[in-house]
């Protein structure tokens, strides 16, 4: 009954790209919990503050319905006072919300120019939309503005869409913002910006790497909470009117269950502790050039320059040998392997949170370096 299964997960397995659940284990290298707060006294006293108020776990239902809670319209007003931008749409995780954009608000006789790095969750949106896409190579600006003539020369009538992440999950780099927006005003096109590894890290108060841009209308841009903020969710922040489309066209808002009320007014102290209390934010920091230094120093490795820092192994099996050998000497870090990453790029990732000191970070970086001698 189910041969086609198995068959596929054999072939996956001879490929060494067979995944499994794991339980967390060993030293944090590998979550997206920059800050600490996803286990944070703070965020638990937040939690038992609500429950105690009466704010419910459950929606109960949609957000048109019965499913919209005083909770909800509270993060979305303080979510955009504190991003900058007209309005803020709560969803269930940046991957729904990256979707419903994609697949809502570019239309029929527009053209979505994206790097080809973008999240899976805007591939999948465009793939569900109405709109012709290109991917182009990554961060290279002159790519969007060439993309955009070439389709106004074959007859495109539409409107541009540029989407970008503004710190690359798997990469750790990051785009020119002024450059492609430089691109957008040439061609009045609209900006999507997926902030989701730099909210709560970078920029002025961790609003991001696009903060100077956020409140222009032709600016959409997507921040996570389940990552540097430590809760669950992605909001979307948007001109009213896109906004007002969205709670009227996207499907995955119309018809997906409300976002837990109890969750988003812990997500209202994440947004408060990230505004008021850079000292994690600085602490992280610090550690970044810490981390640079002690792999350029020890592995002979340029760092990214941000919290994520790629091992680049090549080779899948040689990718998880790796992490597996990193694992045993009590680090967590986990193997990125195809089609997460491109054929021939697989690596080890090392995400750097405050859950760490400067002792922990060169302990991994000593082991990093022996086991990659003795992989040589």
């Known amino acids: 009954m189910h041969e086609g299964f198995e068959t596929d997960l054999r072939e996956l397995a001879g490929q060494g790209r067979l995944r499994s659940l794991r339980m967390r284990s060993g030293i944090d290298f590998t979550s997206n919990d920059y800050l600490g707060l996803a286990e944070s006294e703070e965020l638990r006293r937040a939690a038992a503050d609500a429950v105690a108020r009466g704010v419910p776990m459950g929606a109960g239902g949609s957000r048109l319905l ?12 303080e979510a955009a006072a504190y991003f900058g931008a007209e309005t803020a749409l709560y969803f269930g995780g940046g991957y729904v919300a990256n979707f419903a954009i994609f697949s809502t608000l570019p239309q029929q006789r527009d053209l979505v120019v994206h790097d080809e790095l973008i999240h899976a969750s805007v591939h999948e949106g465009l793939r569900r939309g109405r709109t012709n896409f290109v991917g182009v190579p990554h961060n290279n600006i002159d790519a969007f503005d ?56 970078l920029g002025p108060q961790g609003r991001g790497l696009a903060a100077t841009f956020e409140g222009r209308d032709n600016v959409i841009t997507v921040h996570t909470c389940g990552k540097a903020l430590g809760t669950v969710g992605g909001f979307i922040l948007a001109p009213r009117i896109v906004r007002d489309f969205l709670v009227n066209r996207a499907r995955p808002f119309i018809y997906a269950t409300a976002p837990s009320p109890l969750i988003a007014a812990v997500t209202r102290v994440a947004l408060e502790l990230s505004r008021t209390n850079p000292e994690r934010r600085g602490r992280l920091a610090r550690l970044v050039q810490f981390a640079g230094s002690e792999l350029r120093r020890r592995c002979n490795i340029e760092p990214s320059g941000s919290h994520i820092l790629p091992i680049i192994v090549g080779a899948d099996q040689a990718a998880v040998a790796l992490a597996d050998s990193l694992q045993r000497r009590g680090f967590d870090i986990r193997a990125i392997r195809p089609p997460t990453v491109a054929e021939g790029t697989a690596r080890v990732r090392i995400a750097l949170t405050a859950n760490v000191d400067e002792a922990i970070v060169a302990g991994l970086f000593e082991a990093l370096a022996e086991e990659m001698r003795n992989a040589g």
Request: overall charge negative.
């Open 66 to 77: 019965r499913g919209n809670h005083p909770e909800h319209e509270a993060l979305e007003s």
């Open 146 to 201: 060439t993309a955009i003539v070439r389709w106004r020369a074959a007859g495109g009538k539409g409107r541009p869409w540029l989407s970008v992440e503004s710190l690359y999950s798997m990469d750790g780099d990051s785009p020119d913002l002024a450059e492609l927006f430089a691109v957008a005003n040439r061609h009045e096109a609209m900006v999507v910006i997926d902030e989701a590894h730099a909210t709560g890290v």
